[in-house]
């Protein structure tokens, strides 16, 4: 199975911080890696896939990078709305594995 | 892009088995992967198996290999999950969700169901 690894596991940050999150995998996966958002009592919602590609409807602040086993997720000016927990998940194999999450509040 | 609406809360005993729908609506429910997730409290996420109904035949992980059961029904655009001989360990949220293609084989998820607790108490 392919291990994922995310730092920080949480992080405070300020309205309008720039955030950064890495996702790590054991084994080289192209770009096929995605990135969801969690809110609590809500299921998961797919922000970024294939690395890079921004999913329709979710607002451009967000953004991906990275390919092979270090993958990056940007949120340039954090909003309000941006509070919640980020997951990293590969798409390269099954079974299919999600990193353990990184939780963003506020500081 | 479709919906996917999951049956409710369940509590069940150890050693009971639990079955969780999962109905699609707004696509053609043959042609894409439907796959589940689970997370327990305070847990991350966790990939149990998935299934193309028009094929019929899932693929699980292996830590579920002979625990779980994933079908498909065509006629009414319904997956289901079912989960037997629960430990406590398996409390846990259950959500569906549709795998959708991007660069030939890259998948993402998307929709996910509203997502089904089950809870495992004797």
């Known amino acids: 199975d392919i291990q994922m690894t995310q730092s920080p596991s949480s992080l405070s940050a300020s309205v309008g911080d720039r955030v950064t999150i890495t996702c790590r995998t054991s084994?080289?996966?192209?770009?096929?890696l995605n990135w969801y958002q969690e809110k609590p009592g809500k299921a998961p919602k797919v922000l970024i896939y294939?690395?890079?590609s921004l999913q329709s409807g979710v607002p451009s602040r967000f953004s991906g990078s990275g390919s092979g086993t270090d993958f990056t997720l940007t949120i340039s000016s954090l909003q309000p709305e941006d509070f919640a927990t980020y997951f990293c998940?590969?798409?390269?194999?099954?079974?299919?594995?999600f990193g353990p999450g990184t939780k963003v509040d506020i500081k | 892009q479709g919906q996917l609406v999951q049956s409710g809360a369940e509590v069940k005993k150890p050693g009971s088995s639990v079955k969780v729908s999962c109905k699609a609506s707004?696509?053609?429910?043959?042609?894409?992967?439907i796959s589940w997730v689970r997370q327990a409290p305070g847990q991350g996420l966790e990939w149990m198996g998935g299934?193309?109904?028009?094929?019929?035949?899932?693929d699980y992980a292996q830590q579920f290999q002979g625990r779980v059961k994933i079908t498909a029904d065509v006629s009414t655009s319904t997956a289901y999950m079912e989960l037997s001989s629960l430990r406590s360990e398996d409390t846990a949220v259950y959500y569906c969700?549709?795998?959708?293609?991007?660069?030939?084989?890259?998948?993402?998820?998307?929709?996910w169901g509203q997502g089904t607790l089950v809870t495992v108490s004797s």
């Open positions: 969700v549709k795998e959708m293609y991007y660069s030939g084989s890259g998948r993402r998820f998307d929709p």
């Open positions: 707004g696509y053609t429910f043959s042609s894409d992967t």
């Open positions: 299934i193309l109904p028009v094929i019929g035949t899932a």
């Open positions: 084994q080289t996966i192209s770009t096929y």
């Open positions: 294939g690395a890079s």
């Open positions: 998940q590969q798409s390269y194999s099954t079974p299919f594995t």
